[in-house]
């Protein structure tokens, strides 16, 4: 019923810079939270960056002051912006969204597939 696609990811050097976008279609009547999550391997995922309907922002404190997240929400799309890269931050990044569906009550929870970020010299 609703799909989240990501794009953006790739290979980058140490201290550079990479944009995520993640565009969410379907029978959405409204999107609440949308946030980034990652997962490195042997690790468990974990939260990046949240930004709820009202732009309020929460990042993990491993990435407060390099990453950004923003929202369009005419266009369902949630970026996130990450500069001064590490190595550390290499893993697969993960779109969610908490989605209030057309003629369904509740919210519910989607990912996207998933997108390749890798930092390295």
């Known amino acids: 019923q609703v799909q989240l696609v990501e794009s953006g990811g790739g290979l980058v050097q140490p201290g550079g810079s990479l944009r995520l976008s993640c565009a969410a279609s379907?029978?959405?009547?409204?999107?609440?939270?949308m946030g980034w999550y990652r997962q490195a391997p042997g690790k468990e995922r974990e939260l990046v960056a949240a930004i709820t309907s009202g732009s309020s922002t929460n990042y993990a404190d491993s990435v407060k002051g390099r990453f950004t997240i923003s929202r369009d929400n005419a266009k369902n799309t949630v970026y996130l912006q990450m500069n001064s890269l590490k190595p550390e931050d290499t893993a697969v990044y993960y779109c969610?969204?908490?989605?209030?569906?057309?003629?369904?009550?509740?919210?519910?929870?989607?990912w996207g597939q998933g997108t390749q970020v890798t930092v390295s010299s």
């Open positions: 969610n969204a908490i989605v209030k569906l057309l003629h369904l009550p509740g919210n519910y929870d989607y």
């Open positions: 379907g029978s959405i009547f409204s999107i609440n939270a």
